[in-house]
């Protein structure tokens, strides 16, 4: 990652870090954070966001919206079977569906999220 792009990630961050701390809610913004958590390293930081959401609102556990976050929470922290089930409970949804779809089929397809094909660069790097 360049120093541009961490940098451009920051500024991001902190902009969906405001976004989020006035709606909890805000799914998309949520989903982005998660994202840009888990490719700087910091996917701890991301359970306060999720916890978050739940203290604004006790029932976010049925949001289609808050299923696909904690989906990818629990998929980019190694629990692809939790992952599975968040992501089957937002798959019926409209604005969701399509997304939690597809990521149930990348897990089910590399449960164990290895990098396809990284067995050519071990041995490329061997010669």
């Known amino acids: 990652m360049t120093r ?7 500024s991001q ?27 700087a390293g910091h996917v701890d930081q991301a359970d306060k966001f999720l916890k978050k959401a739940i203290e604004n609102n006790p029932r976010a556990s049925v949001d289609a919206g808050y299923n696909y976050c904690k ?39 590399n449960p164990d999220n290895e990098i396809i094909g990284g067995e050519v660069l071990d041995h490329a790097e061997e010669k």
């Open 4 to 10: 541009h792009h961490r940098q451009s990630c920051k």
């Open 13 to 39: 961050g902190s902009n969906i870090d405001t976004a989020l701390w006035k709606d909890n809610n805000h799914y998309h913004a949520l989903a982005r954070c998660l994202e840009l958590a888990w490719r």
């Open 71 to 109: 989906g990818l929470h629990e998929w980019y922290s190694g629990e692809p079977n939790a992952a599975l089930q968040a992501f089957n409970r937002a798959r019926r949804d409209l604005e969701w569906g399509e997304r939690a779809l597809y990521n149930m089929i990348e897990i089910v397809l």
